[in-house]
């Protein structure tokens, strides 16, 4: 079984900060490495993904960096808002299988 | 909603209870998932549908037990559960579980389980 390990466990940033996430990994057999925002009483959602043959990817605030010689890859949330509040999960997807590994999970609080 | 529909929202039964969790998708997918997120866990897959054929089973204990009558529904059958099954179940759907991207991917509210 793959090992994600997903850190910090829980953040707080002030708004208009920058939140940093990251996740390290043991191998790249994976297709995508995604990260997913969850809101309370809500399922996970897609927030954005990578491949591992890219080493950075931008979608408005949100932005992934990855290091393959580091084996890990980081979510970046500028300008940090109260609504970004939510737990993030780092993750594998494997476009073969289907199959989605999760990491342990981010509890992000963005404080006005 | 996100096009994958969960019911019920809470269930709390008790340790020899039989229930029934539901899942219906209106995406046109074929492959749907079953997944637990326990507190200060990360989600873990306990099946998965492929044409409602069960394709995989993470070694789930059998008082766990699906059922997929076609390929918009998928039900988890409960029975005699434990207190530490108390989580949230997911369900999750695709178009197919091979040559697909997470964009794809759709996730359920889940079901908060609580087990007395």
């Known amino acids: 079984q793959q090992q994600v390990k997903q850190s910090p466990q829980s953040l707080i940033v002030q708004k208009g900060g920058i939140s940093i996430i990251n996740c390290a990994y043991e191998?790249?057999?994976?297709?995508?490495f995604p990260w997913y925002q969850q809101f309370p009483g809500k399922g996970p959602a897609l927030l954005i993904a990578?491949?591992?043959?890219?080493s950075e990817k931008k979608e408005g605030r949100f932005t992934i960096s990855f290091n393959k010689s580091a084996k890990q890859f980081s979510l970046h949330i500028m300008d940090s808002q109260p609504g970004d509040s939510a737990t993030y999960f780092c993750?594998?997807?494997?476009?073969?299988?289907?199959?989605?590994?999760f990491g342990q999970g981010t509890t992000l609080q963005v404080k006005p | 909603e996100t096009g994958v529909t969960q019911t019920p929202r809470h269930l709390v039964m008790g340790m020899t209870n039989k229930k029934s969790l539901k899942c219906e998708q209106h995406?046109?997918?074929?492959?749907m998932y079953w997944y637990k997120q326990s507190a200060k866990k990360p989600l873990e897959l306990m099946f998965v549908?492929?044409?409602?054929?069960?394709?995989e089973n993470n070694s789930v204990p059998s008082r766990f037990s699906p059922e997929c009558p076609n390929s918009s529904h998928l039900f988890l059958h409960l029975h005699t559960l434990q207190p530490e099954d108390s989580a949230l179940y997911l369900c999750?759907?695709?178009?197919?579980?091979?040559?697909?991207?997470?964009?794809?991917?759709?996730f359920g509210s889940g079901t908060r389980l609580t087990v007395v």
């Open positions: 999750a759907s695709s178009q197919d579980t091979v040559g697909h991207r997470p964009e794809g991917y759709t």
């Open positions: 191998n790249t057999a994976f297709d995508y």
């Open positions: 549908y492929n044409f409602k054929e069960q394709t």
């Open positions: 995406l046109g997918h074929n492959a």
């Open positions: 990578i491949r591992p043959d890219v």
């Open positions: 993750a594998f997807f494997s476009g073969n299988t289907g199959k989605l590994i």
